[in-house]
């Protein structure tokens, strides 16, 4: 099944593809992030999200360090095979900043907007360290 | 306006950014394109859906071609502002392949599968041409 699968996603010339997280009932976009094949695999065997760190250049497993885990739903692949949609179960906050999800920013009237509130400090996720997605 | 709400985006090395476009009532995700400065501009002063076609290396007006258009509703940044979120009001079908939206194949039991239907052909969206993404 392995090789079918990856066959059928079109990674970049670095191996990655986009990968969009929606919480599977309520229709919630958490947040975008990236996956390299091996985080396709284990995301597919274990069913918890993993992705690839652009910055840390290493597999990251999504809540590894805050609890915040993104079970798998459903896995799914556009038209043209260049990106994923995961429908996910969500525990806690999807954003490193303690939002719920990462799109908080809105451009109204020509202005951003802050939209949505922190509901868990960073430094509660993570302690002192505050990494980045 | 204008400089201040692009610098609060980051372009990758080729000038793009990946756009999601969700539904905005139902919060189904249509799709994913990329957009460029100038698509960014051009979505924000119609208020119609415009990408950066990669494969075409021009603007997209979405819907130009088959009447599908995306009327904006909410513009969003992601928190490193490196991702779109575009709440839209989609006229028709979002995909090209005459389904509403792009992620119609999931992956179950380790094989892809096909779910949704296709609700206008390709042919009577865009007559004997058939553009890609």
């Known amino acids: 099944m392995t090789s079918d699968i990856l066959d059928k996603i079109s990674f970049d010339s670095h191996g990655l593809v986009p ?23 284990e995301t597919l065997e274990t069913g918890q999200v993993c992705y690839w760190s652009r910055s840390r250049q290493s597999l990251w ?18 038209c043209d095979g260049d990106t994923l949609l995961l429908l996910v179960e969500q525990t806690g906050v999807a954003c490193h900043t303690g ?20 509901e868990i ?3 509660a996720m ?6 980045g997605p």
């Not at 990968?19 to 695999?41: C, K």
């Not at 360090?65 to 799914?76: A, E, K, N, P």
């Not at 939002?99 to 949505?116: P, Y």
């Not at 993570?126 to 990494?131: I, M, N």
Request: hydrophobic letters at 35%; charged letters at 25%.
């Open 126 to 131: 993570y302690g002192q360290k505050t990494p």
């Open 99 to 118: 939002r719920h999800n990462c799109f908080f920013t809105s451009i109204r009237d020509g202005k951003a907007e802050i939209i949505s509130d922190v």
């Open 61 to 78: 497993r999504k809540g590894e360090t805050s609890g915040h885990v993104q079970q798998l739903v459903d896995f799914r692949i556009d």
């Open 19 to 41: 990968a969009i997280a929606q919480q599977h009932d309520t229709g919630e976009v958490l947040m975008m992030a990236w996956m390299n094949a091996d985080a396709v695999l």
């Open 121 to 123: 400090s960073p430094e």
